[in-house]
């Protein structure tokens, strides 16, 4: 089973640096890649998969004549560095916090009916579904302020913010990264999906500096392009409430004695 394999794993872990091969610990890595992809777990493996990677980094330096473009294999050292960060932060997250899913079907067709109407106009930036949720979320932290806060565990204390700062889960070829929509509440429903646009895009082709990732009260991730029918998101501490949002589809909804599509 996947406990046997994971513990077949942690045996090769104090060989893995003194095998001294690349087959080592790529069939190391394999065997954990397979264990992730059967179950879907972040499995953080610690020093023992850094060594690998880096055994196996020295080894391609090495082929580089001259020091030639060396480039590449740095970025790709930077790159498990983020990957592993963001791996650790979630793990700490999801073990540490308790998590409350509670799931509920939303009827958008007048949303979707206001959207399709707005985007035949033709002004302006064209609307996704994002930024009507990112809206929702506001409104809903403006009535329900607790949801719009930071708990500090330590210190015992919640704390309420004024500003509703959305972050947007956005996947990057660095790793799962939160840009952050600043002053959502304020924000017209053209100009949140510009925002959001822009610092999406920053986070995905690596500009986005520290204040665009940091300070977010809330936040929102969407797998709709990926389908599904409910998401349990890890909460983005030291926020207190997230919003997955699944797919948008036609469904019969019985309605005044009749099935009608909504």
Not at 69 to 93: C, K, P, Q, S, Y
Not at 117 to 142: D, E, S, Y
């Amino acid at each position: 089973g996947v406990v046997d394999r994971l513990g077949h794993f942690n045996r090769q872990r104090a060989g893995v640096a003194d095998a001294g091969g690349a087959a080592v610990a790529h069939e190391v890595e394999a065997e954990l890649l397979e264990v992730g992809r059967q179950t879907g777990a972040v499995v953080v493996v610690g020093d023992a998969r850094v060594r690998a990677r880096e055994h196996r980094l020295q080894r391609v330096e090495k082929t580089l004549d001259g020091g030639g473009d060396r480039h590449g294999v740095e970025a790709h050292a930077e790159g498990f560095g983020a990957r592993r960060r963001i791996a650790e932060r979630l793990t700490a997250a999801w073990t540490e916090i308790p998590h409350i899913t509670y799931v509920e079907a939303i009827d958008a067709t007048e949303i979707e009916t206001l959207r399709n109407h707005l985007n035949r106009g033709g002004a302006g930036q064209r609307l996704t579904i994002l930024p009507f949720l990112v809206r929702a979320i506001a409104i809903a932290c403006h009535e329900q302020p607790r949801l719009n806060a930071h708990y500090d565990h330590a210190a015992g204390n919640l704390a309420i913010h004024d500003g509703v700062h959305v972050g947007v889960a956005t996947q990057t070829p660095a790793g799962l990264m939160v840009p952050v929509v600043r002053h959502a509440g304020s924000r017209s429903l053209r100009d949140l999906a510009a925002e959001i646009g822009r610092v999406t895009a920053d986070a995905r082709d690596g500009r986005a500096h520290r204040e665009q990732l940091t300070g977010s009260t809330i936040t929102v991730t969407s797998l709709g392009a990926l389908g599904g029918i409910a998401t349990t998101p890890i909460l983005n501490a030291p926020e207190v409430a997230i919003v997955g949002v699944n797919k948008v589809e036609t469904r019969p909804v019985w309605i005044e004695g009749s099935f009608q599509p909504r």
